[in-house]
């Protein structure tokens, strides 16, 4: 595997179920980020960790629980959505957090039934 | 609050008719402006940074240009694989109040190339 992938690709969940959404990056960096991106909308930070530690929390709902075991794997917890949640979830990383580019996986299509 | 404004939001060419795409930037202190591309259901593909005014980047049909309000994405004798959303996003000073990692991202433009 190479760059940024992401796990599962497609997600078909109910508001009461409980899922995560998991990213790795093959990269050697050292930053995360998870991105929210809807249809006719800007993509939206929703968390971002250095070296393991969360460092933003756009204020996103508790329903979203980030999770970073260590510096190339990222978890976005998901449990009791609202079918607002819909929309493709992107993770990305950088070299560090000051670093310019930033990496994007594929994306985890997300729909909330 | 930074912003960025893309324009046009859809954009459909001939193949081998050249064009540009805007991305109209505020920012308190510009730290690098970014291009990327992005194909239906994939993630952005990073393109270009541009860091100063006056700076200039080119990748095969691709072209990219900065003003300190405005960068350009020229697109010469483009071809149908062309064919993506163009998203633009800034990245402010730390001196000025950014964060030096977060990229605030336009809306992005639909570019369709037709054979």
């Known amino acids: 595997e190479t760059g940024v992938t992401q796990t599962p690709r497609h997600l078909v969940m109910g508001m009461t179920n409980k899922k995560s959404l998991k990213c790795e990056q093959h990269?050697?960096?050292?930053?995360m980020y998870w991105y929210k991106q809807s249809a006719k909308k800007p993509l939206e930070l929703m968390f971002v960790?250095?070296?393991?530690?969360?460092?933003e929390n756009n204020s996103v709902p508790s329903r979203f629980s980030p999770e970073c075991p260590n510096s190339s794997h990222l978890f976005l917890h998901l449990h009791t959505l609202q079918p607002e949640d819909s929309a493709l979830y992107l993770c990305?990383?950088?070299?560090?957090?000051?670093?310019?580019?930033?990496?994007f996986g594929p994306g985890t299509r997300l729909t909330v039934t | 609050e930074d912003q960025v404004t893309q324009s046009p939001e859809a954009l459909r060419l001939q193949e081998g008719e050249s064009s540009s795409l805007n991305c109209s930037y505020t920012?308190?202190?510009?730290?690098?402006l970014f291009w990327y591309r992005q194909d239906p259901g994939k993630g952005p593909e990073f393109l270009f940074t541009?860091?100063?005014a006056g700076e200039e980047k080119e990748k095969e049909r691709l072209k990219a240009t900065l003003t300190k309000k405005e960068s350009f994405l020229h697109i010469t004798a483009p071809k149908p694989e062309d064919s993506a959303t163009y998203l633009c996003?800034?990245?402010?000073?730390?001196?000025?109040?950014?964060?030096?990692?977060?990229?605030?991202f336009g809306k992005g433009t639909l570019l369709t190339v037709n054979p």
């Open positions: 990305a990383s950088s070299q560090d957090l000051g670093t310019y580019e930033q990496y």
């Open positions: 990269l050697g960096h050292n930053a």
């Open positions: 960790y250095s070296l393991e530690e969360r460092v």
């Open positions: 920012v308190s202190g510009l730290r690098g």
């Open positions: 541009l860091y100063s």
């Open positions: 996003a800034v990245q402010a000073t730390l001196n000025s109040g950014g964060s030096n990692y977060k990229l605030t």
